[in-house]
């Protein structure tokens, strides 16, 4: 079974920065995209970033300050967040999916969430 583990959420001051790393681990043969989601108190999930092969789309509200990378033989993504308002504040969540080892049968699925709060 595949899990993703998202770690690097905390307090930051506006203006600030943080960077967000998400860790894929079990049976897997390969992972075709992985996404940045937020979701704010009362408010829906969006997307925030995703990479898919490399090529990388971002939201409105984040281009520009936020980049998402992969580091593919770690099978991590990472979400660099820059010159961050308080509007950012939000639970953010891992996404990914692509092909579990030997069954190659498809997964997609979630983490945890780590919460990033950012004061003004």
């Known amino acids: 079974q595949v899990q993703l583990v998202e770690s690097g959420g905390g307090l930051v001051q506006a203006g600030g920065s943080l960077r967000l790393s998400c860790d894929a681990s079990?049976?897997?043969?390969?992972?075709?995209?992985m996404r940045w989601y937020r979701q704010a108190p009362g408010k829906q999930r969006e997307l925030v970033a995703a990479?898919?092969?490399?090529?990388?789309n971002y939201g409105d509200s984040v281009k520009g300050r936020f980049i998402i990378s992969r580091d593919s033989a770690k099978n991590t993504a990472y979400l660099q967040m820059n010159s961050l308002k308080p509007e950012d504040t939000a639970v953010y969540y891992c996404?990914?999916?692509?092909?579990?080892?030997?069954?190659?049968?498809?997964?997609?699925?979630w983490g945890q969430g780590t919460l990033v709060t950012v004061s003004s």
């Open positions: 996404n990914a999916d692509g092909s579990e080892g030997i069954s190659y049968r498809y997964f997609q699925v």
């Open positions: 990479i898919v092969s490399g090529e990388t």
């Open positions: 079990g049976s897997i043969f390969s992972i075709n995209a």
